[in-house]
């Protein structure tokens, strides 16, 4: 079998892997200059350097160095799955977002925010229900529910929020 045939070619160029991507990287030649000009010239911050560095390694247009994900990673010290982000970035919200490093989202809105922790603050101040000589923070969550302050409430964040006022 010759160096030349298509399952030699298929091997050299990354084999299912390569053909598995799905996010790929064209760069035009404005594109890759000003990545050239970013890394080559004035300061940047090290992360928008590296990145600039994967689109530029990861193009596969003419211009491009066609580099393997695997390559760039071990090139860089990065693992694999930072090369596919980038990629996928850039596909997906274009060069400039590809560049600076994701937004993290909040898991979950306040439960708890300023007037409710008022109401729990009244709550905790006042006199225990009947039956307890003084409040839980179990107790304070359920009457929190009970009072249609809030859906639901763990124990938990009862008591940061009345860790705060402290």
Same mark, same amino acid.
């Given at each position: 079998m010759?160096?030349?045939?298509?399952?030699?070619k298929?091997?050299r160029?990354?084999?299912?892997?390569?053909?598995k991507?799905?996010?790929?990287?064209?760069?035009?030649?404005d594109?890759?200059?000003?990545?050239?000009d970013? @890394?080559?010239?004035?300061?940047?911050?090290?992360?928008?350097?590296?990145?600039?560095?994967?689109?530029?390694?990861?193009? @596969?247009?003419?211009?491009? %160095?066609?580099?393997?994900?695997?390559?760039?990673?071990?090139?860089?010290?990065?693992?694999? /799955?930072?090369v596919? /982000?980038?990629?996928?970035?850039?596909?997906?919200?274009?060069?400039?977002?590809?560049?600076?490093?994701?937004?993290? $989202?909040?898991?979950?809105? /306040?439960?708890?925010?300023?007037?409710? $922790?008022?109401?729990?603050?009244?709550?905790?101040?006042?006199?225990?229900?009947?039956?307890y000589?003084?409040?839980?923070?179990?107790?304070?969550?359920?009457?929190?529910?009970?009072?249609?302050?809030? %859906?639901?409430?763990?124990? $938990?964040?009862?008591? /940061?929020?009345?860790?705060?006022?402290?």
């Amino acid at each position: 079998m010759s160096n030349n045939s298509p399952i030699n070619k298929f091997l050299r160029t990354g084999g299912l892997a390569a053909m598995k991507k799905k996010y790929i990287v064209r760069l035009t030649e404005d594109e890759r200059d000003y990545l050239d000009d970013m @890394i080559h010239k004035g300061k940047v911050a090290a992360h928008k350097r590296l990145h600039a560095e994967i689109l530029l390694k990861a193009d @596969i247009s003419d211009l491009g %160095d066609k580099w393997r994900d695997g390559q760039i990673s071990e090139a860089f010290g990065i693992s694999t /799955r930072t090369v596919e /982000r980038v990629r996928e970035r850039l596909v997906q919200e274009g060069l400039e977002s590809a560049l600076n490093r994701a937004k993290r $989202e909040p898991a979950r809105s /306040r439960v708890i925010d300023g007037e409710k $922790e008022a109401h729990l603050i009244a709550l905790a101040c006042g006199d225990a229900p009947e039956g307890y000589s003084r409040w839980t923070l179990r107790l304070l969550g359920e009457h929190m529910v009970e009072l249609g302050h809030v %859906d639901s409430v763990s124990h $938990e964040t009862i008591r /940061r929020a009345l860790k705060k006022t402290n």
